[in-house]
């Protein structure tokens, strides 16, 4: 018996919308919309840095880059080569939003706009260590991109140095402290006996303070990372601790930080070699310790209100009754900038006492998210600041960045509650 096989050929149809989208600059492509990816506008200065992947295509000519100032439509600003990713361009105008977007140009079409991405410049950074993450990043003037970081162990505080040029952080379970240049490009480290906390600088003499915990004590160092001297404090610190030198009076001030309970402040002369401290006054749980560059004495976050000290030992309150955060001292006039929360009324605040007449200002109130870290700017009229907001939650909450008039001009999440701020500006 034969038997016969009959082949019958089978066509498969797709659809155009079932097969796979691998054109690059095809808009349902599910990687790139048909624009070019990644793209991100970086300001530092006066200057903005523009990158983005590149389009993989043969007949790709260009790259147009679009800019607008703030409200105004997008203009073609520059033709990038098709080799390249890169922008750059300078004279920027301080506190002046751009916004830039790229295109890909071929023989045949163009694609559409990349994610539009703004930047604001200005004469700043901020700088922040985070102690749970383990992460130190320098964070744009406009509080909105990360322009560099870099992954520690425990960085507990931070500090511009004495020119400058770069940032000292503690890493309290590394028991080191790092120097970090602007630009990243430069990191080392010097070993401590104990487990570094904090660190002020005088930089008039170009000294650093360091405190210590397990032994407790403060290392004096030189620029050059020397150990010059080390003191023992006058009681046993853990985790707890602040301390900042005021250069009109040339004192360190110390004081062991809490959440509850009354903890002595100390003050010790830095003239000569030695250190002999000396108690002040008693305050009920202290948070953050500045300088008053304007009396000599210091500033003192309590749940009692603004605690100012005199370097005779005399304190002063404002808005006594409410629990201050953090505090940050405006370097030109000396207000002292705070985040509070009043449990009374049940309203977070952020406020300024005038370091000359004592008056307290107001700029928000509310429910503001629980407002802690405050870093103020610099600038001398108008500030502007950063305040980290923790919501309550341990785990992460939010930067934000509010311009002098108080609006929120960028914002930035994934910062734990255990940060410390500082202000990157020129030489």
Not at 86 to 113: K, M, P
Not at 362 to 368: I, P
Not at 382 to 388: A, K, M, R
């Amino acid at each position: 018996m034969k038997y016969w096989a009959f082949y019958i050929p089978l066509l498969i149809v797709v659809g155009c919308s079932e097969r796979e989208r691998t054109n690059p600059l095809d808009p349902a492509n599910p990687y790139t919309g048909g624009s070019p990816s990644n793209f991100q506008a970086l300001a530092n200065d006066d200057q903005v840095t523009l990158t983005w992947s590149p389009v993989d295509v043969d007949n790709l000519v260009a790259y147009h880059v679009y800019r607008a100032t703030g409200d105004s439509a997008l203009t073609l600003r520059q033709d990038v080569p098709a080799n390249s990713t890169f922008y750059w361009e300078d004279n920027l105008n301080y506190d002046q939003a751009y916004s830039y977007t790229v295109q890909a140009i071929t023989t045949t079409s163009a694609s559409t706009f990349s994610d539009t991405d703004t930047v604001i410049p200005g004469p700043y950074n901020f700088w922040i260590a985070d102690a749970y993450s383990g992460v130190v990043t320098r964070l744009s003037y406009d509080g909105a991109h990360v322009l560099n970081s870099v992954l520690l162990n425990y960085p507990s505080a931070i500090i511009n140095s004495a020119d400058r040029l770069s940032f000292w952080t503690t890493d309290y379970y590394d028991r080191a402290v790092y120097v970090i240049d602007k630009e990243f490009d430069n990191i080392y480290y010097f070993l401590t006996e104990g487990s570094p906390l904090d660190l002020t600088v005088d930089v008039n003499n170009g000294h650093y303070y360091i405190l210590q915990a397990s032994p407790a004590a403060v290392l004096k160092y030189d620029s050059q990372t020397n150990l010059l001297a080390s003191h023992d404090l006058p009681v046993e610190t853990l985790w707890d601790g602040e301390l900042i030198y005021n250069r009109r009076s040339a004192r360190l001030w110390f004081v062991q930080t809490a959440t509850y309970g009354l903890r002595t402040l100390y003050y010790s002369e830095t003239r000569g070699n030695g250190l002999d401290w000396k108690p002040t006054v008693q305050l009920s749980a202290p948070l953050s310790l500045q300088a008053d560059n304007l009396t000599g004495g210091c500033w003192v976050a309590t749940d009692s209100g603004v605690a100012r000290v005199d370097t005779a030992g005399g304190v002063q309150y404002y808005r006594p009754g409410i629990a201050i955060n953090d505090l940050s001292i405006h370097p030109p006039s000396g207000q002292c900038y705070f985040t509070a929360h009043d449990y009374t009324n049940d309203e977070d605040l952020i406020g300024i006492v005038n370091g000359e007449s004592g008056q307290v200002e107001v700029l928000q109130h509310g429910q503001l998210d629980r407002p802690g870290r405050i870093q103020v700017l610099p600038a001398v009229s108008n500030p502007g600041y950063l305040v980290y907001h923790t919501n309550n939650d341990r785990r992460g909450g939010l930067l934000k960045r509010y311009d002098g008039a108080g609006d929120v001009i960028g914002m930035m999440d994934d910062f734990s509650p255990a940060i410390n701020l500082a202000v990157e500006q020129s030489p």
